[in-house]
């Protein structure tokens, strides 16, 4: 069943501007993660969010948690063409689950 | 350099042929995945492994089957490849508490047509 929801679907910025991604998600969590697609290609890992923290930085990189809201956002400041992918948010499903479920992800595209 | 590497990269194949997808990853990590993926859609998990000769169905039915043999090594299997299998296959790997704690290592991915 759909764990993470990501909201926008599609978001198109101009290079330079900060692009935010939301995700929602249904149970309780230990974490949450947000990656990185880049067309037809695997997955790579950006940043993971504890279940006991809010906020979370990494570089160019910001992601808050919200859990009594189940939600979590990932900000990219200062966009560049190159962070032009598809965005994914995944949640495990708490009590030590090790299995990720994966939400639709956001398409971004950064226009130069 | 450790990685995980999925073949073939692409591989586009007659129905009822017998194809092995294959992952391997050079890490060490006990617990390997398989997910499925249609173009700009979400990730469904089809298997799981938490280490040698231990195999799971994920949350989507699939008709695969997988085996792990060695640590290393998760192939895919379809016996009887049909259209509706046509997809991406994405393969990924993590360590101990890094699924929880760390995240997933992904390979490149399988692109599969089936004509």
């Known amino acids: 069943s759909q764990q993470g929801e990501e909201d926008p679907q599609a978001l198109s910025i101009q290079e330079g501007e900060n692009a935010t991604m939301n995700c929602s998600y249904k149970t309780s969590i230990n974490n949450l993660q947000w990656y990185r697609q880049n067309s037809g290609r695997g997955l790579v890992h950006l940043i993971l969010?504890?279940?006991?923290?809010r906020e979370k930085h990494s570089g160019r990189l910001r992601v808050t948690l919200d859990t009594s809201k189940k939600s979590s956002s990932l900000l990219i400041t200062a966009s560049r063409a190159a962070d032009t992918a598809s965005y994914f948010c995944?949640?495990?499903?708490?009590?030590?689950?090790?299995?990720?479920?994966f939400g639709k992800g956001t398409k971004l595209t950064v226009n130069p | 350099e450790a990685d995980i590497y999925q073949t073939p990269r692409y591989l586009v194949i007659g129905t009822g042929k017998k194809i092995t997808l294959e992952c391997s990853q050079t890490m060490g990590h006990d617990k390997m995945y398989w997910y499925q993926q249609d173009p700009g859609m979400e990730l469904h998990l089809i298997h799981y492994s938490y280490g040698v000769n231990s195999t799971e169905k994920g949350d989507l039915s699939s008709e695969s089957t997988v085996s792990r043999i060695r640590t290393e090594h998760f192939p895919l299997t379809l016996e009887s490849a049909r259209p509706s299998h046509t997809s991406q296959y994405l393969c990924a790997s993590s360590g101990l508490g890094t699924a929880i704690w760390g995240g997933y290592t992904f390979g490149s991915g399988t692109r599969l047509t089936v004509v």
């Open positions: 969010i504890r279940s006991n923290e």
């Open positions: 995944a949640t495990d499903g708490g009590g030590g689950s090790e299995k990720l479920v």
